[in-house]
């Protein structure tokens, strides 16, 4: 094996964490080297419903590959009649950018490279990751660096960000070399697309306790629509459950085969940050929040987060505080994602009341409002007093394509 390869920051993990944090290390003059196992652009599964929030957050904009901008929203309990959430045809509120995950994932990453300072390599098998400069794997004391070794390469460099999802090597790796494992609790989704005709013709759709504890939505994209399920509960029978939706709400076949599912970690949030120069971020880090499963948003702000706390430390503050400062740029997140589990609880007791209380005119211009403008939920809760006068960022809306209106 050839003599290591060094940089600034590591980072084990090409999606949206590990984009947004390459992006803005790079922008802070540190040399960053982005690994991945996958090609690029590689299969995804994701509903690949963008918040506004998310376009936000985002350093650039991403119209090439936004599909559909919704501006209304479908929501119904089981197979009941929905309710139509966006009622304002005079005053269209921007809430969810349609993409495909394969697609926007790609691009991010081509804008990432572009960046200077990030270069970008697929690696092998990860064999061991280990801290520089200490025995035993155990946490504190000063930052020596960190060494990756994959079954073709040699890496190191002061700083390590793992993001490379719920299904990566990270969280157990730098959970060995700490002298604990992560532990993290899971819900699960399953989708599939179904090729159709005019997807205009359909608004997006969710339809609260489809399955206990979880919901099923219809997402539609340029050329076909993105069905699914999520759940908190048990995941006996999503698969099932998702070809019975497609037949009762679609009168379309769906062969089990076609279908696709993975692991959402929900549960980061409880997590306390490493010591010792290296990030969980994303998925890796068990932040997605619990209700409707988002994580893309919660990626891209960890991953900064990270970048951030990393670039201070470079930029002469103390490494002793490293740990607290990206709690302290964390604690958004973790707040959001904390009160995002307490409505969860809430709407695992009382399906039928949540939707009947998101059903009143004054909570549907609320949610539909505060979803346009891209603030979380704990900033809707604080500063609900300032919605009917709060707009939607100018900066948010020049990354956004024309409407293109659905029923």
């Known amino acids: 094996m050839s003599s290591a390869r060094h940089s600034d920051v590591l980072i084990l993990g090409a999606g949206p964490a590990g984009c947004a944090a390459a992006y803005d290390l790079a922008a802070a003059g540190l040399s960053v080297r982005l690994l991945d196992k996958h090609e690029f652009p590689r299969p995804k599964p994701c509903a690949g419903g963008l918040t506004m929030r998310t376009v936000s957050a985002l350093r650039y904009s991403i119209t090439p590959v936004i599909e559909r901008v919704a501006d209304d929203w479908m929501l119904g309990l089981g197979m009941n009649e929905a309710t139509r959430m966006g009622a304002w045809p005079a005053k269209p509120m921007p809430i969810v950018a349609m993409t495909v995950r394969s697609r926007l994932d790609a691009y991010c990453l081509e804008?990432?490279?572009?960046?200077?300072?990030?270069?970008?390599?697929?690696?092998?098998?990860?064999?061991e990751l280990a801290r520089l400069g200490s025995e035993g794997g155990s946490e504190g004391g000063a930052n020596e660096g960190w060494s990756l070794r994959t079954e073709d390469a040699h890496y190191t460099a002061r700083y390590f960000i793992g993001a490379d999802g719920a299904n990566g090597v990270s969280a157990k790796l730098l959970g060995r070399a700490a002298g604990h494992h992560a532990r993290d609790s899971f819900a699960a989704a399953v989708e599939a697309e179904v090729p159709i005709d005019d997807p205009l013709r359909f608004a997006m759709e969710m339809r609260l306790d489809y399955v206990p504890r979880g919901y099923a939505w219809i997402f539609p994209k340029g050329d076909h629509l993105n069905v699914g399920i999520y759940a908190r509960g048990s995941v006996k029978g999503l698969k099932a459950s998702l070809v019975e939706f497609v037949r009762a709400r679609l009168d379309q076949t769906l062969e089990t085969r076609d279908i696709v599912g993975w692991r959402v970690p929900v549960s980061g949030q409880d997590r306390a940050p490493r010591t010792d120069g290296a990030f969980l971020v994303g998925d890796a880090g068990?932040?997605?929040?619990?209700?409707?499963?988002?994580?893309?948003?919660?990626?891209?702000?960890?991953?900064?987060?990270?970048?951030?706390?990393?670039?201070?430390?470079?930029?002469?503050?103390?490494?002793?505080?490293?740990a607290s400062r990206f709690a302290r740029l964390r604690a958004p997140i973790d707040r959001d994602l904390r009160a995002w589990t307490s409505f969860a609880e809430i709407l695992d007791r009382n399906p039928a009341r949540v939707h009947w209380a998101l059903s009143l005119g004054s909570v549907r211009w609320g949610v539909m409002k505060s979803t346009m403008i891209g603030w979380t939920l704990t900033e809707t809760l604080w500063r609900l007093f300032l919605l009917p006068v709060a707009r939607m960022p100018r900066a948010t809306r020049a990354r956004l394509p024309a409407l293109e209106r659905g029923p």
């Open 111 to 127: 804008q990432t490279k572009a960046a200077a300072g990030v270069t970008f390599e697929r690696n092998g098998k990860v064999r």
């Open 286 to 322: 068990g932040l997605a929040e619990p209700m409707f499963g988002e994580g893309i948003f919660y990626a891209i702000a960890s991953g900064q987060a990270a970048a951030q706390t990393i670039a201070e430390v470079e930029a002469g503050r103390s490494a002793a505080a490293m």
